[in-house]
């Protein structure tokens, strides 16, 4: 399990989630590629339904990683964003929009 290095992220009052909120929640998820995650916490900061948090990666997900991707998580203190909540996602993209390293996609959730 990961340890907690951030406090919990709560919802933001629905009132101020951006237009572009238009999905119901678990249609979409977000998904963090690892190997690119430098937890810098954008998606943290602008995601307005509290999915994401930043966690130290566990042993098991840093030995998955190639030799590059484990170098650069040390570099950055081992922090990746996790989306802790993804079936609060409503797609509205902010957290693809500002991650600064491109490394969220929004996948379609299936319906099985």
Known sequence: M??????????????????SCRQEAGVFVPVVDRGRCEGKAACVAV??????????????????????ARFRAWIHGNRQAFAVYSGRCEACGLCVEECPEEAIVLVRKDSN
């Open 2 to 19: 990961n340890e907690r290095i951030a406090p919990e992220p709560a919802p933001r009052n629905a009132d101020a989630k951006p237009d």
């Open 47 to 68: 995601c307005p339904v509290g999915v994401f948090r930043i966690d130290l990666l566990s042993p098991a997900l840093k030995s998955e990683l190639p030799a590059f």
